[in-house]
């Protein structure tokens, strides 16, 4: 049994320059659709042609080429970050919460590769 339970969904989030013009890339290319923009934070999304898995830009000005950064959906970001801390894993600073949007946390594996764990906090969570 895992320690915590994961949604079915998965983003992967990149650092890119230019978050539109990345949307208007991956949909002429790879047919992906845009989501939304959250220019207020920084942010757009993507559905890929894989159910379940989505693709996040966050804009950067020196953006880091190959650093993708899975984000695992969970219910309770709180309890879920607390079991895996009480379990010995690392995490990255405190809690990230966009109000009305989004609550993060980044996290490390063994190898220190990132993760992040991510609750929807829109009305249609």
């Given at each position: 049994?895992?320690?915590?339970?994961?949604?079915?969904?998965?983003?992967?989030?990149?650092?890119?320059?230019?978050?539109?013009?990345?949307?208007?890339?991956?949909?002429?290319?790879?047919?992906?659709?845009?989501?939304?923009?959250?220019?207020?934070?920084?942010?757009?999304?993507?559905?890929?042609?894989?159910?379940?898995?989505?693709?996040?830009?966050?804009?950067?000005?020196?953006?880091?080429?190959?650093?993708?950064?899975?984000?695992?959906?969970?219910?309770?970001?709180?309890?879920?970050?607390?079991?895996?801390?009480?379990?010995?894993?690392?995490?990255?600073?405190?809690?990230?919460?966009?109000?009305?949007?989004?609550?993060t946390a980044?996290?490390?594996?063994?190898?220190?590769?990132?993760?992040?764990?991510?609750?929807?906090?829109?009305?249609?969570?």
């Open positions: 049994m895992s320690l915590v339970s994961l949604k079915n969904t998965i983003t992967i989030s990149m650092s890119v320059k230019d978050r539109h013009a990345s949307a208007d890339w991956y949909e002429r290319i790879l047919g992906f659709k845009t989501l939304y923009h959250a220019d207020e934070a920084g942010w757009s999304e993507m559905q890929t042609n894989t159910e379940g898995v989505t693709l996040g830009f966050g804009e950067q000005i020196a953006p880091a080429p190959g650093n993708c950064v899975p984000v695992f959906g969970v219910d309770d970001l709180d309890a879920a970050r607390a079991k895996m801390e009480q379990a010995g894993v690392k995490f990255d600073g405190e809690t990230d919460v966009v109000e009305g949007m989004v609550k980044t996290f490390y594996d063994p190898d220190g590769n990132a993760h992040m764990l991510a609750e929807d906090l829109t009305e249609g969570a």
